[in-house]
Every structure is written in structure tokens, then in C-alpha cells.
């Protein structure tokens, strides 16, 4: 068997979690790898898949009298820089994502900022909470006795539901509170509390052994974190994406999906990047008067846009991801992006360019000294 493997260590993009994983790479594909807690998780394994999927996208694209058309970068790039001088700063929308590095969001936020445009990253389900507050770490569900979840980890992150699990194993009681009475819950609970709706949650039964791990939009979060202080429990907020945290801990609003709507429908200049609010509600967008759509596969949000940019994935890039527990971990790229597309972060400097905006730094490195110093 000829060529060099090559094993890159990097981070699963799969959930907030965060998981340690090793793609395996030879003649510059990834074929295989594995992760520390494949036991627990193959989610993995679908993220390596879209890699080099024959859908990817790998040149630019311009809609012209209704159809795409492949063009340069150059043309792409220049054609949103014109566009967008004309528009006032109110009507423009800068569309953030928890499935991007810090990186790619810190850039794309200083450019929103340069231009006093609006930004927000949708956080979906994820606990609306001030994580710079959360100190609390996954293993510390293993040592709990007292367990109470909000929300459902077991089908959404199964290595935290694998620890609660074991928790279970060595006595802690476990109690769900729920707005479905999903069997998954059931059989892992010795409690189960059937809630009409996450707007405000009453907890009973929380001390210093007691671990509260939020995984729903809980209306009354910051109370329950003062009152899981007051006893020294401990409050786990559990964040959908893989960088859901850190895009909130940039400085990003984090917005839920009602406000996350709001904003799609009262923009006219819509930049969005790695998000596909088309999925959510195909009318959303019809208001849009220019809409450009930097992603890696063409989306149902992507087929609505002026211009596409061809991005590159999360295997094809350097980077960092902040999982649920604050964690800032580096990913690393095993293999060149597909055709023409590039890592988000350098198709905003880009752009920024064209609009003549120094956006301060040189190099990944300056950014990463700033996204280390927002995120930690
Ligand atoms: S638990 Fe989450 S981060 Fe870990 S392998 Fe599964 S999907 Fe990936």
C-alpha cells in the first residue's frame, strides 16, 4: 500500500462537548480515524463523511437572471462590496455561527462592528446564560448525588449521558424534567417531572451534592444559578454546537430563535455564514433585498442567495472551538479544502479588503492572542 498516512489530532464538531478525535489522512483524503471516547459516541463520524462529500462546494457562485453561476473570487467579493455601500448600517445583518471556529466569528464580528452593522449567532435550544459565570465540568456529573436535568442529554449528548449513567451506577439519584415523556428519559430517571414548558423551572431537592445540568431554554436560568450558589451546587449549561460558547463569549448576542427570526426579517443586506434559517421557515427571507450565503454545501438558505461563498469545513481549517465547559481546544487541518473554498475567517478579511477596512490583525496567531483572552 503506497503514500504517507498521516494521523492530525483534532476536535469533534458533532456537539458542544467536544470530543478529542484522530482523523487518519493518506494522499491528502481523510479515510478513517477514531476518538478517545468512541465507546460512548460515533457521532464522529458522520462530520469526517461530509469532508469530501461530491456536494461540497468549490468555487464562488452568482445568481444571474435566476441561475448560479461560477465565478472568481474576485468577482464574488467585489460585487457584495459594492452592494454593500448601499445600504445604511441599520439594514445591514451580520449572521454568526456556534458551528464556526472563534476565529471565523471574531473576524466576522469586528467587520460587522467596523461597518456599526447588526450580528447574532442563533443558539436554538441552548440555555440562554452568561457562561464567563460557569465553572462547572462534565466529570463532575460522575461525582454528583444528586443529578437533575433539564432538558434531554441523552439523545442529544451522549457522553454527557453516558456520565450521568454512570453517576447512576454508583448511587446518585436522577431526576428529568422534560417537556416530552421520551422513553430514553424515563429509563435512565429514577424521577421523572413532566413540564408544560421551559419558562420558568422550580428545583427542589438541590445541595452541595447536587448537579443541575440545563439542556433547554430555560426562562429562569440566572435564577436557578444564584440559587445552585447559595448551596454550593453545581450548574452545567449544556450548548447545542460545537462553538455555540465561545461565538456568545466573543461578544456576539446570542439570540434565540424567536430574536434570531426577528433580525432575519428586518434585514435588507443579509451576510449569513454557516447557517440555514431557510430550514426554519422558507418565508423568513423574503424581505432580503441582497442576501450572500458563505457555507459549505449549498443549503436550502444557500439556493435563496445573490452570491455563495465556498467555505471551508472544520477538517480543512485551524482553529478553536470553546465547548460547554469553557474549554478552548484547538482544531487542526488533515486536509486542503475542496476546489477554490477557503476557511471562513480569511474570506472576511478578504472582503474587508475590498471594502478598504484594516480589521487589526496580521495573522491567525493575533487572533487567536484575542479570542484566548475573550473566551477564558
Ligand atoms: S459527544 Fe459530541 S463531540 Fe463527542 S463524539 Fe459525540 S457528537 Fe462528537
Same mark, same amino acid.
Given at each position: 500500500?503506497?503514500?504517507?498516512?498521516?494521523?492530525?489530532?483534532?476536535?469533534?464538531?458533532?456537539?458542544?462537548?467536544?470530543?478529542?478525535?484522530?482523523?487518519?489522512?493518506?494522499?491528502?483524503?481523510?479515510?478513517?480515524?477514531?476518538?478517545?471516547?468512541?465507546?460512548?459516541?460515533?457521532?464522529?463520524?458522520?462530520?469526517?463523511?461530509?469532508?469530501?462529500?461530491?456536494?461540497?462546494?468549490?468555487?464562488?457562485?452568482?445568481?444571474?437572471?435566476?441561475?448560479?453561476?461560477?465565478?472568481?473570487?474576485?468577482?464574488?467579493?467585489?460585487?457584495?462590496?459594492?452592494?454593500?455601500?448601499?445600504?445604511?448600517?441599520?439594514?445591514?445583518?451580520?449572521?454568526?455561527?456556534?458551528?464556526?471556529?472563534?476565529?471565523?466569528?471574531?473576524?466576522?464580528?469586528?467587520?460587522?462592528?467596523?461597518?456599526?452593522?447588526?450580528?447574532?449567532?442563533?443558539?436554538?435550544?441552548?440555555?440562554?446564560?452568561?457562561?464567563?459565570?460557569?465553572?462547572?465540568?462534565?466529570?463532575?456529573?460522575?461525582?454528583?448525588?444528586?443529578?437533575?436535568?433539564?432538558?434531554?442529554?441523552?439523545?442529544?449528548?451522549?457522553?454527557?449521558?453516558?456520565?450521568?449513567?454512570?453517576?447512576?451506577?454508583?448511587?446518585?439519584?436522577?431526576?428529568?424534567?422534560?417537556?416530552?415523556?421520551?422513553?430514553?428519559?424515563?429509563?435512565?430517571?429514577?424521577?421523572?417531572?413532566?413540564?408544560?414548558?421551559?419558562?420558568?423551572?422550580?428545583? =427542589?431537592?438541590?445541595?452541595?451534592?447536587?448537579?443541575?445540568? $440545563?439542556?433547554? %431554554?430555560?426562562? @429562569?436560568? #440566572? /435564577?436557578?444559578? &444564584?440559587?445552585?450558589?447559595?448551596?454550593?451546587?453545581?450548574?452545567?449549561?449544556?450548548? =447545542?454546537?460545537?462553538?455555540?460558547?465561545?461565538?456568545?463569549? $466573543?461578544?456576539? %448576542?446570542?439570540? @434565540?430563535? #424567536? /430574536?434570531?427570526? &426577528?433580525?432575519?426579517?428586518?434585514?435588507?443586506?443579509?451576510?449569513?455564514?454557516?447557517?440555514?434559517?431557510?430550514?426554519?421557515?422558507?418565508?423568513?427571507?423574503?424581505?432580503?433585498?441582497?442576501?450572500?450565503?458563505?457555507?459549505?454545501?449549498?443549503?436550502?438558505?444557500?439556493?435563496?442567495?445573490?452570491?455563495?461563498?465556498?467555505?471551508?469545513?472544520?477538517?480543512?481549517?485551524?482553529?478553536?472551538?470553546?465547548?460547554?465547559?469553557?474549554?478552548?481546544?484547538?482544531?487542526?487541518?488533515?486536509?486542503?479544502?475542496?476546489?477554490?473554498?477557503?476557511?471562513?475567517?480569511?474570506?472576511?478579511?478578504?472582503?474587508?479588503?475590498?471594502?478598504?477596512?484594516?480589521?487589526?490583525?496580521?495573522?491567525?496567531?493575533?487572533?487567536?492572542?484575542?479570542?484566548?483572552?475573550?473566551?477564558?
Amino acid at each position: 500500500m503506497g503514500g504517507i498516512l498521516k494521523v492530525v489530532h483534532t476536535i469533534c464538531p458533532g456537539c458542544s462537548v467536544g470530543c478529542e478525535i484522530s482523523l487518519i489522512v493518506k494522499d491528502g483524503k481523510v479515510f478513517d480515524g477514531n476518538s478517545i471516547n468512541d465507546e460512548n459516541c460515533l457521532q464522529w463520524k458522520g462530520y469526517y463523511k461530509i469532508i469530501d462529500h461530491e456536494k461540497r462546494l468549490k468555487k464562488p457562485l452568482i445568481k444571474k437572471n435566476g441561475e448560479f453561476v461560477e465565478a472568481t473570487w474576485n468577482e464574488a467579493l467585489n460585487l457584495i462590496a459594492e452592494k454593500l455601500k448601499n445600504y445604511n448600517p441599520e439594514d445591514i445583518v451580520f449572521i454568526a455561527s456556534g458551528k464556526c471556529t472563534n476565529e471565523d466569528n471574531y473576524v466576522l464580528k469586528k467587520l460587522a462592528e467596523s461597518l456599526k452593522a447588526k450580528i447574532g449567532h442563533c443558539i436554538c435550544n441552548s440555555p440562554k446564560v452568561d457562561y464567563s459565570k460557569i465553572s462547572t465540568t462534565i466529570d463532575d456529573i460522575e461525582n454528583a448525588k444528586n443529578i437533575i436535568i433539564i432538558g434531554d442529554v441523552f439523545s442529544e449528548h451522549a457522553l454527557i449521558g453516558k456520565k450521568v449513567v454512570k453517576a447512576k451506577e454508583k448511587g446518585a439519584k436522577v431526576t428529568i424534567l422534560n417537556t416530552v415523556e421520551k422513553d430514553i428519559l424515563k429509563l435512565n430517571g429514577d424521577e421523572f417531572i413532566k413540564v408544560d414548558d421551559y419558562s420558568k423551572i422550580d428545583l =427542589k431537592y438541590v445541595d452541595e451534592e447536587t448537579i443541575i445540568i $440545563i439542556n433547554a %431554554p430555560v426562562g @429562569n436560568i #440566572d /435564577e436557578i444559578i &444564584e440559587n445552585a450558589k447559595a448551596v454550593n451546587a453545581k450548574v452545567l449549561p449544556v450548548a =447545542k454546537h460545537c462553538n455555540t460558547v465561545g461565538a456568545t463569549l $466573543i461578544g456576539i %448576542p446570542a439570540l @434565540n430563535k #424567536d /430574536e434570531y427570526l &426577528e433580525l432575519l426579517k428586518n434585514s435588507k443586506f443579509l451576510y449569513i455564514m454557516g447557517e440555514n434559517p431557510a430550514l426554519i421557515d422558507g418565508n423568513i427571507l423574503k424581505n432580503v433585498e441582497f442576501l450572500v450565503v458563505q457555507d459549505i454545501f449549498l443549503t436550502e438558505t444557500a439556493k435563496l442567495a445573490d452570491v455563495v461563498l465556498p467555505a471551508a469545513c472544520w477538517a480543512e481549517k485551524e482553529g478553536t472551538f470553546t465547548n460547554t465547559e469553557r474549554r478552548v481546544q484547538k482544531i487542526n487541518k488533515a486536509v486542503d479544502p475542496p476546489g477554490e473554498a477557503l476557511p471562513d475567517w480569511i474570506i472576511i478579511k478578504k472582503l474587508s479588503e475590498k471594502l478598504g477596512i484594516d480589521l487589526g490583525f496580521k495573522s491567525l496567531e493575533d487572533i487567536q492572542k484575542e479570542v484566548i483572552k475573550m473566551t477564558t
